[in-house]
C-alpha cells in the first residue's frame, strides 16, 4: 500500500519561510494535496498539484513535486501566527483512495 | 463554494448508547462521502465510503454493525455509533468531494468530537 511520510514538527519565526517535506511510496499516485487542520477542526484544503507539474504557486503557497524521488513539498512564504497549525501531505492511492501522512505540526514564533 | 457541514460539532453520551452524526454537502451533491476517525496527535484513518442509495463500503477492521451509514440522499450522509464505548472516543470527521472522478479534491467537514463516558 501506499506509504505517505512527514516529518513531525516544524518551528519557524514569523515572517520566514517555512518548507514542509513528504515523501510518498506510489509512483501511479495522480493528484497529491496539501490540507490544514486547525485544533479541534476538520482540515481545510490548501492546495494541490497533479502529477504532471513540478510546481504551483498560489499566493503564499509554493507546491514543489519531484515525482522521480516521490517527493512533495509546500513552502509558505512570510509564514504569520495565523499559520500555526498541522499540514497534512496526502496523495491518491492505485485505488483511488486518499492516504495521509501523519502530518507536520508547524507553530510560528513572533 | 465546496462546503461540507457536519452535526454534531462535539458530543458526550453515556456508554451503551447510540449517536448519531449528519455529514452534509451544502452547495454541491455527493454521491460519494467519505468517514474518517482521527486519534489525538495522529493521522486520519478511513473507516467508510459511503455510497448514495447502496451500502457503505467498509475498510479493514472497521464493524459495520457498529458504525452504521446511511446515505439517503446526495446531499447527507449520517455515521451512527452503535452502543458506544469509551473505547469510542474520538474526532469524526466527514469528507466528499464536489466533482466526479476519484481525483477531484476531498473537502472536509469540522469534525465531531465523540467522548463516551
Known amino acids: 500500500g501506499e506509504d505517505v511520510e512527514q516529518s513531525l514538527f516544524l518551528s519557524v519565526r514569523e515572517g520566514d519561510s517555512s518548507v514542509i517535506n513528504c515523501t510518498y511510496t506510489d509512483s501511479s499516485s495522480t493528484y497529491l494535496y496539501w490540507y490544514k487542520q486547525e485544533p479541534g477542526a476538520g482540515l481545510q484544503l490548501l492546495t494541490y498539484?497533479?502529477?504532471?507539474?513540478d510546481m504551483k504557486q498560489d499566493q503564499r503557497l509554493t507546491v514543489l513535486l519531484n515525482k522521480k524521488d516521490k517527493h512533495l513539498s509546500l513552502r509558505i512564504a512570510d509564514t504569520q501566527t495565523g499559520d500555526s497549525a498541522i499540514y497534512f501531505c496526502a496523495v491518491t492511492d492505485s485505488w483511488g483512495k486518499l492516504q495521509f501522512g501523519a502530518g507536520t505540526q508547524v507553530v510560528v514564533t513572533p | 463554494g465546496a462546503v461540507v457541514s457536519q452535526h454534531p460539532s462535539w458530543v458526550i453520551c453515556k456508554s451503551g448508547t447510540s449517536v448519531k452524526i449528519e455529514c452534509r454537502s451544502l452547495d454541491f451533491q455527493a454521491t460519494t462521502m467519505f468517514w474518517y476517525r482521527q486519534f489525538p496527535k495522529q493521522s486520519l484513518m478511513l473507516m467508510a465510503t459511503?455510497?448514495?442509495?447502496?451500502?457503505?463500503?467498509?475498510e479493514q477492521g472497521v464493524e459495520k454493525d457498529k458504525f452504521l451509514i446511511n446515505h439517503a440522499s446526495l446531499t447527507l450522509s449520517t455515521l451512527t455509533v452503535t452502543s458506544a464505548h469509551p473505547e469510542d472516543s474520538s474526532f469524526y470527521i466527514c469528507?466528499?468531494?464536489?466533482?466526479?472522478?476519484?481525483?477531484?479534491?476531498?473537502?472536509f467537514g469540522n469534525g465531531t468530537r465523540l467522548t463516551v463516558t
Open positions: 498539484i497533479f502529477s504532471n507539474m
Open positions: 469528507s466528499a468531494r464536489a466533482s466526479t472522478g476519484d481525483y477531484s479534491p476531498l473537502h
Open positions: 459511503s455510497n448514495e442509495g447502496s451500502k457503505a463500503t467498509y
